[in-house]
């Protein structure tokens, strides 16, 4: 007997965590936070569900914090065993965790909220990474086996095929929107018994189909019109790096004025040497850009700005400029600086170019309202406000349905959505009814353990 039980990302969209239990073995897929705002964020306190030192094996999807971000309370409950992803992913989740421990020491000591995990925690988790490649066979306990597929959401992002207690389960993981700038097309092509598949766009097509180079394009020169700031909250990992090869190209290729250009992350500018490391998993047109461009994540006018003092000086430079800066969902980081002093200009173009999970300030500002509270003080919006559904890095309605159907299905087969809000999944759920109707498919609740 196989047990599947969802810990996380059920009936919501952060917090990934699912456990696959056999009658001799335990494997966890991703160990994500909660994300938000509310009783989804205290979640991240609670204890996990599950006996963490029974669990064989880890399995990680990609780098991003709500699949990766308690990976140290597991092993500080007591998991010991090994961390597998792709080498790309788990060098990037040494970043992303890192980065999160100084934020959350720093939350700490100026709001007193206690750390979910300590640095030793930290340092333990890291000396488990167990990289593996994509499409290798790798033996986990017994006759167990897990094989990694690229899902093209991220650099090292996988799709996870476990087969385990004779049952063939695939964990999508982040499903890529093709074309992506960067990577290659998410891989389908395997036998599945069951599929638990991410569904944030599910039950919903992308409306804004404008090319991306043109609505940063666009963006620009509104911003040069104008005088102006243009200010883009983006993830450290991916989007920032998307973002710069796309200047790079608006710049070089298109012969586009060039304004000073601020990336203000140092986890972005970090994750930029894992990007330059792993060249080979790009796509195929990237990689011939690469032959002629020496360096596609950099350019004349691009200032990285690492340290605090940095980020401050970009006061210094007179509009027009550009500025990117984390977190990507305007719930904290250095866009907050930028946000308390712009937002207010009406000539500030503000592109989000990412998802906005409920009750964070990136969704109180699209909701519509004329100011918000950052850092403590009232600031008035009167930025333009774009949010360009284009940049996103996850697959929409029609591509998750043709993401499903390459999939082979046993007789019997099982889809469960995850990922995805309750109403959103209702959707996607009745779509993928009508295109694959000789399966069965519900959306799981969290806590909610179901035999295979």
């Known amino acids: 007997m196989v047990k599947l039980g969802f810990y996380g990302a059920a009936g919501e969209v952060t917090g990934s965590n699912f456990l696959i239990e056999t009658d001799k073995h335990k494997y966890v897929v991703d160990c994500g936070l909660f994300q938000g705002a509310g009783e989804f964020t205290e979640l991240n306190d609670d204890p996990f569900e599950y006996p963490a030192g029974e669990v064989d094996a880890l399995i990680v999807t990609h780098a991003h914090l709500d699949h990766i971000g308690r990976i140290p309370k597991l092993v500080a409950e007591g998991f010991t065993g090994p961390i597998i992803g792709t080498k790309a992913t788990l060098e990037l989740t040494s970043l992303v965790l890192r980065d999160a421990y100084d934020l959350a020491e720093r939350r700490y000591e100026r709001d007193g909220k206690p750390l979910i995990f300590t640095e030793p925690d930290l340092k333990r988790a890291l000396a488990l990474f167990q990289p593996i490649p994509y499409r290798t066979r790798h033996t986990l306990s017994g006759d167990d086996v897990v094989t990694l597929y690229d899902a093209g959401h991220i650099l090292g992002s996988s799709t996870v095929h476990l087969e385990a207690g004779g049952k063939k389960i695939v964990f999508s993981g982040d499903i890529g929107h093709a074309p992506n700038i960067l990577l290659p097309a998410p891989e389908d092509e395997f036998v ?20 991306r180079l043109q609505v940063l394009r666009e963006s620009l020169e509104w911003v040069i019109e104008r005088r102006g700031v243009l200010l883009i909250p983006a993830f450290s990992v991916e989007r920032s790096q998307e973002l710069l090869y796309m200047f790079n190209l608006l710049f070089n290729k298109h012969q586009l004025q060039r304004v000073p250009i601020y990336l203000d992350s140092p986890l972005a500018i970090e994750a930029l040497q894992v990007f330059e490391r792993h060249q080979e998993l790009y796509k195929q047109e990237v990689q ?75 969704s ?59 109403d959103r999944a209702e959707l996607f759920i009745d779509n993928i009814k009508h295109a694959l109707p000789d399966l069965t498919v519900e959306a799981p609740t969290l806590k909610q353990i179901v035999e295979l």
């Not at 909701?367 to 940049?391: N, Q, Y």
Request: overall charge negative; glycine content about 12%.
């Open 288 to 362: 011939q850009v690469r032959r002629t461009d020496d360096d596609i994540f950099d350019f004349r006018g691009l200032v990285l700005a690492a340290t605090v003092e940095d980020s401050k000086s970009i006061n210094e430079q007179a509009p027009p400029k550009v500025i990117i800066a984390g977190s990507g969902m305007m719930d904290g980081g250095r866009i907050h600086h930028h946000l308390k002093r712009y937002l207010s200009w009406p000539n500030t173009y503000l592109l989000v170019v990412g998802y906005q999970a409920r009750g964070t300030l990136g």
């Open 192 to 211: 599945a018994d069951v599929v638990v598949t991410e569904g944030t766009y599910g039950g919903r097509e992308r409306e804004d189909t404008v090319d």
């Open 364 to 422: 109180e500002i699209l909701s519509g309202v004329d100011h918000v509270t950052i850092l403590g003080e009232r600031i008035p919006i009167r930025a333009k406000i774009v949010k360009a559904e284009v940049f996103s890095g996850h697959a929409d309605n029609s591509e998750l349905l043709d993401w499903l159907g390459g999939i082979r299905f046993n007789k019997g087969g099982r889809i469960f959505v995850v990922h995805a809000e309750a």
